[in-house]
């Protein structure tokens, strides 16, 4: 079985110098704490750290590639109408390679520095798995060797609030109706009591007119 060739850097490598989330972890400090715990165990040993940081800030832009991209073929193009060879193939051709030429040489360079950097580290593995928790913990994705997981936690019965709110809803809304049935038997009650008042005092006193609404006799 063929070893693994270790001069030819991995690809996770590649994926974690191109991390912006690792890239902010090493020049600002308010991100520094994305990288911390590695940082405090020496999984990023302070060499390694050191030669990231010199990295990022000596690599040029690509923004310097882009711009020149398009200055060489605006100042071509200008040159040839000058000429009368606008439309001549060498002029088609030196827009080509002026437009695609500053893009290929800062890619070619881009990935010999960072091959260098690979063979430079002390431990390649531990920059690898601080530019991968860094993205981690960026996102909030929950670690198990940091955290237990919330299948691991125990089950409460104990209603959530939101839950909690849900039952007690119920009789909230319905207190209304309770307090509205209760008059509406304390205002029945009320009326036949006070007929029945009425008709007790016209039978203990015949002779005492009776209302309006009163034409009927109780016996």
Known sequence: MDEPDESRPPRAWFV?????????????????????????EEILTPSDYSKLVEYYDRRPSIMTASILSFVLPVTLIFVAKRAKMLRSPITLLGLVGSSTSPLLYHGVSEFGKSVDLYHALENRDGVITAAANAERRYRHVPDRSESASEF????????????????????????????????????????????????????????????????????
Request: no cysteine.
């Open 152 to 219: 691991d936690q125990p089950r409460s019965d104990t209603p959530s609030p939101r839950q909690s709110n849900k039952l007690t809803a119920t009789p909230q809304s319905s207190r209304w109706e309770q307090i509205r049935a209760s008059h509406s038997q304390s205002a029945q009650s009320s009326s036949w009591d006070s007929i029945r008042q009425r008709h007790e005092a016209a039978r203990v006193n015949p002779g005492a007119p009776r209302s309006s609404g009163e034409d009927w006799s109780p016996e």
């Open 16 to 40: 974690a110098l191109g991390s912006p989330i690792f890239v902010a972890a090493l020049q600002q400090s308010s991100a520094r704490t994305l990288i911390q715990r590695e940082l405090d």
